[in-house]
């Protein structure tokens, strides 16, 4: 239901043509899409041992970027490749959105005729509403919520990067299939990340201290990358750091939530934990956009800033922690 919402929120984000009613059908998109997020990753913990969830949590993180870097590519051939114009207008923007749809679509028909709750699932039967859900809030472990307040600011720092960077590429007269195939090597590169190196680090005891340090050398990247001359070379080398540290920060992150979560409330805690990242998805490009106007650099140095105080919250909660483990 949630990808079937998705597919009509772009469908009509592509064809109404009004400002604003533009935004109504990318909220329609939003909230399909992320109500689908959420599911998988609360059914891959459920099905999942402690012990190897990071790893499946990294598999999840990196079909999904993967899959979003093809997505990007495939665009970009839509509406640059001569044939493909000649046969269906794709250089018209309205008609990749009509295609995304359609395919969309057809992947939800596969679900519904493949997909059975899988045995082992482990169901609450109690209903939720939204104002319990807010209440659990409320009453989340302090650690959490701060680890939580983290996660929207570094996700403010993420999603400036990816969303300003096409406009960036736009500026410096990059065509949209260079700006395709860039996006498609940092899905290849997280996706070779997250197989190789991502389950080493989900073995790892001191996993919130890894975390921290992934932030520190995120902004250093970050600092770097845009303050270079060479900016293409700098974004297929240097940056693709950052693309490795996000892959291996990810599976981190969700792990530490759901190890802190009570048995039989993993759908319920995603949830919480995806209203944090939309938070962060929300005040990014709205902030982002006035700093870019003044100047470019100062919103990708927004970010890395964003990253720092997301580190020093996680400061905070390994404080947290350790108090908690003294007094127990």
């Known amino acids: 239901m949630g990808l079937l919402a998705y597919s009509f929120g772009q469908f009509g984000f592509g064809y109404v043509g009004d400002g604003i009613w533009m935004v109504f059908f990318r909220l329609i998109s939003g909230l399909g899409v992320i109500s689908a997020l959420t599911l998988y990753m609360s059914a891959l913990i459920e099905l999942s041992e402690p012990t190897n969830r990071g790893k499946y949590f990294a598999y999840l ?12 590519a495939l665009g970009g051939f839509l509406n640059t490749n001569q044939a493909m114009i000649n046969l269906f207008n794709t250089d018209h923007y309205p008609v990749i959105f009509l295609i995304q749809a359609i ?20 169901m609450n039967k109690e209903k939720q509403s939204v104002l319990k859900g807010l209440k659990n809030v409320i009453k989340m472990d302090p650690k959490l919520f701060v680890f939580l307040i ?132 929300v005040l990014g490009p709205l902030i982002g956009g006035f700093i870019y106007e003044i100047k470019p650099l100062y919103l990708f140095d927004f970010s890395a800033i964003t990253f720092l105080i997301g580190m020093a919250l996680l400061i905070i909660v390994y404080l947290m922690k350790k108090k908690q483990s003294t007094t127990s």
């Open 61 to 72: 993180a990196a079909s999904s970027t993967l899959g979003a870097s093809v997505g990007y």
């Open 103 to 122: 395919t969309n679509t057809l992947y939800v028909i596969f679900i519904g005729l493949t997909f059975k709750d899988p045995k082992g699932m482990v």
């Open 150 to 281: 983290s996660l929207s600011l570094i996700t403010i720092g993420s999603t400036n990067l990816s969303k300003y960077i096409d406009v960036y590429f736009d500026d410096l007269g990059y065509t949209t299939q260079a700006l395709g195939n860039f996006v498609m090597a940092t899905g290849i590169v997280s996706l070779i990340a997250s197989v190789l190196i991502v389950p080493f680090f989900a073995r790892m005891k001191k996993q919130l201290f890894t975390i921290g340090l992934l932030q520190v050398l995120s902004a250093v990247i970050v600092f770097i990358v845009f303050r270079a001359n060479q900016f293409l070379l700098m974004v297929y080398t240097v940056y693709m750091i950052y693309v490795i540290l996000k892959a291996i920060y990810t599976p981190l992150e969700q792990n530490f939530i759901a190890k802190e979560a009570k048995e039989g409330t993993y759908g319920g805690i995603m949830g919480v934990r995806q209203s944090f990242v939309s938070i962060g998805m």
